[in-house]
């Protein structure tokens, strides 16, 4: 019932193109979403984030599209760029315990070729 | 640098050894989390605190591993009698409140012998 699951586990795309990572859950719980980015050597930053009550948040070039019922939520790039070449992970948290405590996915390596 | 701050960076160690990670939060952070994370994976989260008292721990933390948090700024994470199945990055991470937006380190990256 704690599982994010995503997918794919990697993706390359060419410059310009869009960039698509998809989450599924479990635990009905969860009323809170963000994107992380990792790259080599660093630790995980928030990229954007979306609670149920949105259907979709779009910051920039980068869009988390949800849908409730399904209990999925993606992750879309725009206009992927070289230095957007990184580990992107999906998480969960549920407010009735803490939304620090998160529930990642497993990873997408994501490689934008120039 | 006003970043979360992690020390060792590196750590390599016999098996049986103990070992403690240090992590240094944002300052005014007042909850902190460790997660592990192993290659290929995403971090799992181990424990947390708010101020000095540590409200939740995950069941991947064996009695073995312990944290702190004195006085409700830097905290510490001691793993005693390593095992290879220890080996993983150490994650601290700050947040203000009940935030879900974590501030992360860069890590401990633990390796047992």
């Known amino acids: 019932q704690q599982q994010v699951k995503q997918s794919p586990q990697s993706l390359i795309v060419q410059k310009g193109g869009i960039s698509i990572i998809n989450c599924a859950y479990e635990?009905?719980?969860?009323?809170?979403f963000p994107w992380y980015q990792q790259f080599p050597g660093k630790g995980p930053a928030l990229l954007i984030a979306i609670r149920p009550d949105v259907s979709e948040k779009k910051e920039g070039r980068f869009t988390i599209s949800f849908n409730k019922s399904a209990k999925q939520f993606s992750l879309h790039i725009m206009d992927s760029q070289p230095g957007d070449s990184a580990t992107y992970f999906c998480a969960a948290s549920s407010g009735g315990t803490s939304y620090g405590k998160l529930t990642f996915g497993q990873g997408t390596i994501l490689t934008v070729h120039p | 640098d006003t970043g979360v701050s992690q020390d060792p960076r590196h750590k390599i160690t016999k098996r049986g050894q103990n070992v403690t990670f240090r992590c240094d939060p944002i300052s005014e952070h007042n909850r902190l989390y460790w997660y592990r994370q192993t290659l290929g994976q995403g971090p799992e989260f181990l424990t947390y605190f708010q101020n000095e008292a540590q409200l939740e721990k995950s069941r991947l933390l064996s009695d073995r591993f312990s944290a702190e948090r004195p006085k409700g700024s830097f905290s510490t994470l001691e793993i005693q009698r390593t095992e290879q199945g220890d080996s993983a990055m150490y994650l601290c991470?700050?947040?203000?409140?009940?935030?879900?937006?974590?501030?992360f380190g860069e890590g401990s990256r633990l390796t047992v012998l």
């Open positions: 991470a700050s947040s203000f409140g009940g935030s879900g937006e974590l501030f």
């Open positions: 635990n009905t719980a969860f009323d809170y």
